[in-house]
C-alpha cells in the first residue's frame, strides 16, 4: 500500500470514549437509557479534552430494547441541544453499533460533517426488575403506541416458530452442531473448545471496570451444568449465551484529524478509522444453503484481512461478537487464527454483558483504550440476527496511507460462494437425515423436547420434533462422543400434524 497524501479534514478519527454502568440501590433512582446516553457522550466529550458535543452533525442512536420512545434520537438531540444533519435511530441488530461508526467515519471522509456520534444504553436490569416489582419508574412515558421492532419470529417460518427454534438461543444450536461436524470434534471436543473460549472472555471482563460480571470462570463452570448454571438449549448452559440483564451506556465521539488538532485532542487520545466491509444473510434461516459456515461472514473477515495484508494475525487487537460460541469460533477459524486466540478487548456478551443491540459500542470503546495503550491494529466483528449481519471495522493508532472506500459491501462476493437453498417441506415421511439440532431446556433444567432440523429422502429440508418421552432419541442427540449429524433415522407424523424424529 503506497503512501498518498490525504487532506486532514478528510481523515476520520476517534477521538472520545465514554462509558455508564448504573447499579442504584433504588429501583426508582435508576436511569433510563436516554439519561445513560446522555452522560456517556458527556464522559465521551471528556474523554476528547475538547468542546465537541455542541458541534455534532451526525448522531446515530443504537436500537433500544429496555423502553420505548417515541423518536429517542429527536429526544437526545434536544438534551444535547443541538440540531444534527444526520439523526438515526436504527433497526435491531448487534452489528449496527459498527455500522454505525463505519458510516459515520465516512460521512467526515466525505466532509458532510465534522464531528459524529454514536452512542447506545439499556436499563433492562432496572426495568425487569421495576416490572417484578410492579413499580412504576419515573421515566420518560413508555411510548405504548409505537409499534415494537421487528425481530425473531416475524422473520421465521411457522413450523420454526411451533417447536421454539425461533429465538438467538434456539438457533444458534444449530450452527454449533453444524459447524462441529463439520471440522470433524466430538460434541464433548467442541464443548470443551467452547469453554475454553468463553473462559478466555471472562478473564477479560473481570478486569474492565465497565463489565457487569466481574468475575473469571473456568471453562468447566461454564459448561457444566449446575442449579445456577443450567442448560437452556443444548449444548449450551446459562454461562454460554448473552446476558442482557443489564444498565448501561456508551458513546464515541469522531472527528476529522483536522478538526481534532485543531480542538486540541491530544496526539495519543486519536485512534483512525481505516475502513471495513460488510454483508448478510436471509432474515429467514431456514433459506440458506448450509449451517457450517457463512459466506457472508467468511467474505467480511476477508475483507478486513485484505487491508492488513491479507493476515488476520496482523490484528494485535480483536473483537470478536461473542452472543454464543459458534460465533467467535467460526470466525477466528477464517482469520486463520488459533485456538489460544485473544477474542476479545471487552470481555463478551455473557461477562461483560449484553445490552441487548449495542453491545459493540462498548466493545468500540474498549479497543479505542486498547489502541491507545499500544496496541496498533485493532479488529472489530458484530454481527446481528441469527449468524445474519455481518460488519467488520479495522481501527489504528497509525495514520491510514488511503482514503476511506465508500463502497464497503461484499454481497456480491458472499453470494457467489452460496451453494443451492434445499426446498423447505412441512409434510413428509420416510428417512430423514440430520442437518443439525438442539434439545430446548425448561427454567428448571428439563428437557422441553428436542428440534431436529432434517434432509429428507429427495434433499428437502424440514424439522421435526423429538418429544421429551422419547428418551432413546434424546441419549442420541446428545452423545457426547459422537456426533449425530449424518445419522438417519424415520420421520413420523405425530397426532398434532408436526413431523417428529426418531432412531431406529
Not at 5 to 34: C, N, Q, S
Request: glycine share 10%; with cysteine; net charge neutral.
Amino acid at each position: 500500500m503506497a503512501n498518498v497524501y490525504l487532506p486532514e479534514d478528510r481523515i476520520p478519527v476517534i477521538v472520545g470514549v465514554g462509558e455508564i454502568v448504573d447499579r442504584p440501590k433504588e429501583l426508582t433512582a435508576g436511569l433510563e437509557p436516554l439519561t445513560l446516553l446522555e452522560q456517556a457522550l458527556k464522559r465521551a466529550e471528556t474523554d476528547s479534552g475538547a468542546k465537541l458535543l455542541g458541534e455534532i452533525g451526525s448522531l446515530d442512536v443504537v436500537n433500544f430494547l429496555s423502553w420505548r420512545y417515541r423518536d429517542p434520537e429527536k429526544q437526545l438531540a434536544a438534551r444535547l441541544g443541538v440540531q444534527p444533519a444526520h439523526l438515526y435511530y436504527g433497526p435491531v441488530g448487534g452489528e449496527s453499533p459498527i455500522r454505525y461508526l463505519h458510516e459515520a467515519a465516512q460521512r467526515i471522509a466525505r466532509g458532510e460533517c465534522s464531528v459524529a456520534a454514536v452512542c447506545g444504553a439499556e436499563a433492562q436490569s432496572t426495568a425487569t426488575k421495576a416490572q417484578r416489582a410492579g413499580i412504576d419508574l419515573p421515566w420518560t412515558p413508555f411510548a405504548h403506541d409505537v409499534e415494537e421492532p421487528k425481530r425473531g419470529a416475524v422473520f421465521q417460518k411457522p413450523l420454526a416458530v411451533k417447536l421454539g427454534v425461533f429465538r438467538p438461543i434456539t438457533v444458534y444450536p444449530l450452527y454449533e452442531s453444524a459447524t462441529s461436524a463439520r471440522w470433524g470434534q466430538t460434541p464433548r471436543e467442541a464443548l470443551a473448545e467452547s469453554g475454553s473460549l468463553w473462559s478466555t472472555y471472562s478473564d477479560v471482563a473481570s478486569q474492565n471496570p465497565n463489565s457487569w460480571l466481574k468475575k473469571h470462570f473456568t471453562s468447566d463452570e461454564i459448561t457444566t451444568p449446575s442449579s445456577d448454571n443450567r442448560l437452556i438449549a443444548w449444548p449450551y448452559t446459562k454461562l454460554m449465551v448473552a446476558n442482557p440483564t443489564v444498565n448501561m451506556g456508551g458513546a464515541l465521539l469522531m472527528t476529522s484529524l483536522a478538526k481534532a488538532r485543531a480542538a486540541g485532542v491530544p496526539e495519543d487520545r486519536i485512534v483512525y478509522a481505516w475502513g471495513g466491509a460488510s454483508a448478510e444473510e436471509p432474515r429467514d434461516y431456514l433459506v440458506r444453503d448450509q449451517f457450517y459456515e457463512s459466506h457472508p461472514q467468511n467474505a467480511v473477515l476477508k475483507a478486513v484481512m485484505d487491508l492488513v495484508e491479507g493476515d488476520g494475525k496482523k490484528f494485535d487487537a480483536i473483537e470478536l461478537y461473542s452472543c454464543f460460541p459458534c460465533v467467535p469460533k467460526m470466525a477466528r477459524r477464517t482469520l486463520g487464527l488459533g485456538s489460544d486466540v485473544q477474542p476479545t478487548v471487552t470481555g463478551g456478551l455473557t461477562f461483560f454483558g449484553a445490552p441487548l443491540n449495542t453491545y459493540m459500542t462498548h466493545a468500540a470503546c474498549a479497543m479505542v483504550r486498547k489502541l491507545r495503550n499500544g496496541a496498533t491494529l485493532g479488529l472489530l466483528y458484530g454481527q446481528g440476527g441469527f449468524v445474519t449481519k455481518h460488519h467488520g471495522l479495522v481501527l489504528s493508532r497509525a495514520a491510514p496511507r488511503q482514503a476511506l472506500a465508500q463502497d464497503t459491501s461484499v454481497q456480491a462476493a458472499a453470494d457467489r460462494r452460496k451453494g443451492a437453498v434445499p426446498e423447505f417441506v412441512t409434510q413428509a415421511g420416510g428417512k430423514g437425515k440430520v442437518e443439525s439440532f438442539t434439545v430446548i431446556y425448561g427454567g428448571k433444567g428439563e428437557v422441553e423436547h428436542g428440534v431436529v432440523m432434517l434432509r429428507t429422502a429427495n434433499d428437502a429440508r424440514t424439522l421435526g420434533r423429538v418429544p421429551a418421552s422419547d428418551a432413546k432419541t434424546l441419549a442420541h442427540l446428545r452423545n457426547m462422543d459422537h456426533t449425530p449429524v449424518g445419522s438417519v433415522g424415520d420421520i413420523v407424523t405425530a397426532e398434532d400434524g408436526v413431523l417428529e424424529w426418531r432412531v431406529g
